[in-house]
């Protein structure tokens, strides 16, 4: 029977829900709501248009007319949506000066996360930036048109923060990147984060560790620090977190979890079951240790997309858990992570063993042979594997990718010397650097 869909946000989880219901269902009516001027961009590649890596932005967007032609969806932008009223399966919806109505039959969030920016003074000063939105892209990417902005300060070591070191560095901008913690990437572990740091230092970009911003002066141009010391920079970016947007699933009385943000059944049921919400708002299962996790990657988004589609198509495809697999460009190096850390492992009171490998890409003799790091962290009695990291500068993904599926699969290390993974001296060697890895591992075991 054809149904009403309403969804509130139309980016990568929302429009990736619309499409994925669309394919199975040719009949119901699909809305979508977003409170932007734009639906499915690419936020992941806003850092490349800035640093014109990614010459058009039209490149990023993908036209509403275009969505809605495809999908056959009907596309509300400039739209908030401001309310649930459960009882009456309806939302409210904010549309200029006007406010309106729409039932539902099912209702699908999918409000992503905002930036978190530290309360200090003089953070709303017009050289001061986080990245978010496509408008957030915009500003920044006028202002250093506008401006030629010769310092550029960037507050976070993780993401966001590192890449846009690289892209603000590819305009001829001197960075200096800050975090409080006593290391940059704490996605990965220190010894890892330390080659990262030393490729940061070897691009000429300043590093500045343990110690937090305090405060703005200067029309934003100094930098207050927690030692006390000062900076000038011409532009500052705060990459220092998210939090989800949860206010409407609040405001419905709809269930948080531990992490804060929305609680889900393995369908992506809100506790209303005909409220489902998804991505970065949402809080999950860790794939290994089943505990709650919130994050905020694109992956998830998509699949849980999926396994939403299909249950509203009377399906019953769970959503099984989420490892947090990330990849990251640091200038030359790429850098890879999926599964837990040791700080994580610490903090759920699990014992474990790691080990480190140093390695090459390929055969050495083949030109381009490339410096590879990687880290696994397993269970200290059974050889389960628990996380891994993957540094480098070539062949990084691959291994990645390799060592996420063996986490999926639940292998242990005593698996990885088994994988028969291809090779010819352009790619590996006859044993692979993850074979190696596995080897080295299985003997701690
Ligand atoms: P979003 O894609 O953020 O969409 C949420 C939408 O909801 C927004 O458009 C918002 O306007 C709208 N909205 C919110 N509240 C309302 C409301 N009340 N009414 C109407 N509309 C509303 N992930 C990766 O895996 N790899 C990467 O390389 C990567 N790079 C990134 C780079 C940047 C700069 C950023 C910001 C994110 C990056 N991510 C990356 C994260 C990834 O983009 C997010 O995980 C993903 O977009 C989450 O999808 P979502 O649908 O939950 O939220």
Same mark, same amino acid.
């Given at each position: ?18 499409? !994925?219901?669309?394919?199975? %269902? ?60 459960? !009882? ?35 953070? %709303? ?11 957030? +892209? ?85 930098? !207050? ?12 970016? +705060? ?192 044993? %692979? ?13």
């Amino acid at each position: 029977m054809a149904q009403k869909f309403l969804i509130v946000g139309g980016v990568a989880g929302g429009a990736t829900v619309a499409a !994925q219901i669309r394919r199975n %269902d040719k009949e119901s009516k699909i809305i979508m709501f977003d409170k932007g001027d734009h639906i499915s961009f690419s936020n992941c590649g806003m850092p490349y248009y800035i640093g014109e890596v990614v010459e058009s932005r039209d490149d990023l967007l993908i036209p509403s007319a275009t969505f809605s032609k495809k999908y056959d969806v009907t596309i509300r932008t400039g739209s908030e949506v401001t309310g649930i009223d459960r !009882q009456n399966k309806q939302i409210r919806v904010k549309h200029a000066s006007d406010t309106y109505n729409e039932t539902y039959d099912k209702l699908i969030l999918s409000p992503g996360a905002s930036a978190v920016v530290p309360n200090v003074t003089g953070k %709303d000063k017009a050289c001061i930036f986080s990245l978010h939105t496509i408008p957030d +892209m915009d500003d920044i990417h006028s202002y250093t048109k506008a401006n030629q902005p010769k310092t550029a300060a960037i507050i976070g070591a993780g993401f966001i923060g590192l890449e846009m070191v690289e892209n603000l560095h590819a305009l001829g901008i001197e960075c200096t990147i800050i975090d409080r913690s006593d290391q940059v990437m704490k996605l990965v572990d220190k010894n890892m984060a330390a080659i990262i740091k030393d490729h940061l230092i070897e691009k000429g970009v300043k590093v500045i560790l343990e110690d937090g911003l305090t405060g703005y002066s200067n029309e934003g141009k100094t930098i !207050q620090l927690n030692s006390g010391n000062k900076m000038q920079a011409d532009m500052t970016i +705060m990459a220092t977190g998210i939090k989800p947007n949860t206010k409407l699933a609040t405001s419905a009385s709809l269930k948080l979890g531990n992490t804060g943000a929305i609680s889900v059944n393995e369908y992506m049921q809100t506790t209303d079951p005909d409220i489902y919400a998804l991505g970065d708002a949402v809080e999950t299962k860790d794939l290994i240790t089943q505990t709650p996790t919130h994050t905020a990657l694109a992956w998830p988004a998509h699949r849980q997309a999926f396994v939403i589609a299909s249950h509203l198509n009377g399906g019953n495809i769970p959503y099984k858990g989420t490892l947090g697999s990330a990849v990251l460009k640091v200038f030359d190096l790429t850098v890879g992570a999926t599964g837990h850390n040791s700080a994580s492992l610490k903090k759920l009171g699990y014992t474990f063993k790691e080990t480190t490998l140093r390695s090459y890409s390929h055969a050495g003799y083949y030109p381009g042979s490339e410096k590879l790091w990687l880290k696994v962290l397993f269970d200290d009695k059974t050889g389960t594997l628990y996380g891994a990291h993957v540094v480098g500068f070539d062949g990084v993904d691959k291994r990645l990718a390799i060592l996420t599926t063996a986490i999926t699969a639940k292998l242990t290390v005593a698996d990885l010397p088994e994988l028969e993974l291809a090779y010819a001296p352009p790619y590996s060697s006859p044993k %692979d650097p993850v074979n190696i890895l596995g080897y080295k591992a299985s003997s701690m075991l």
